[in-house]
T-cell receptor, first 114, second 112 residues
């Protein structure tokens, strides 16, 4: 079966711009989580969506937002980009049931802010 | 708060030796502990996981142990091979939050 698909793979943006990243989960998975990976901070949880509702949220500023569509695809948006937002953004999908934690990660979107 | 500490940050072993990576978590309500392997430029891949009602789990050369009282869990890789070289991350899910709290990662190098 197809894995978790993230697009685009690479992005270069300028400070102050905004960006939208996309994640298509494994078929049948209803939960999509987003993580930021940087060399200094490691892997940090951004938020999780389940059935179009944000179910959990990490400690990131309001410039980071997301949404999920009825087909479980999710998008993440970052507004007013800062240099520190340069990172690998990973999404992970799972069935999302209670205590069902079989998360599969996508290959990520590498965002560079210049 | 929710925190996972991972040690060591780097580990170098000879091919055939064993490797052990240790993690400690802060939230006693954590109930799920996965381990991910991430090769350079690739996505994290789940290699083994353990739930809070189990003390040990094995899958071929890989094993994970969990001590809930001490709030720590460990990854054991036996008979290491060069292809085991990667960054390994432990993680925990606090309570029923569904969010993964990751350790800082361990870079494992297996020398042929």
């Amino acid at each position: 079966k197809a894995g978790v698909t993230q697009t685009p793979r690479y992005l270069i943006k300028t400070r102050g711009q905004q960006v939208t990243l996309s994640c298509s989960p494994i078929s049948g998975h209803r939960s999509v989580s987003w993580y930021q990976q940087t060399p200094g901070q490691g892997l940090q949880f951004l938020f999780e969506y389940f059935s179009e509702t944000q179910r959990n949220k990490g400690n990131f500023p309001g410039r980071f937002s997301g949404r999920q569509f009825s087909n479980s695809r999710s998008e993440m948006n970052v507004s007013t980009l800062e240099l520190g937002d340069s990172a690998l953004y990973l999404c992970a999908s799972s069935f999302g049931g209670s205590k069902d934690y079989g998360y599969t990660f996508g290959s990520g979107t590498r965002l560079t802010v210049v | 708060g929710e925190n996972v500490e991972q040690h060591p940050s780097t580990l170098s072993v000879q091919e055939g030796d064993s490797a052990v990576i240790k993690c400690t978590y802060s939230d006693s309500a954590s109930n799920y502990f996965p381990w991910y392997k991430q090769e350079l430029g690739k996505r994290p891949q789940l290699i083994i996981d353990i739930r809070s009602n189990v003390g040990e789990k094995k899958d071929q050369r890989i094993a994970v142990t969990l001590n809930k009282t001490a709030k720590h869990f460990s990854l054991h890789i036996t008979e290491t091979q060069p292809e085991d070289s990667a960054v390994y991350f432990c993680a925990a899910i606090p309570g029923n939050t569904g969010k993964l709290i990751f350790g800082q990662g361990t870079t494992l190098q297996v020398k042929p």
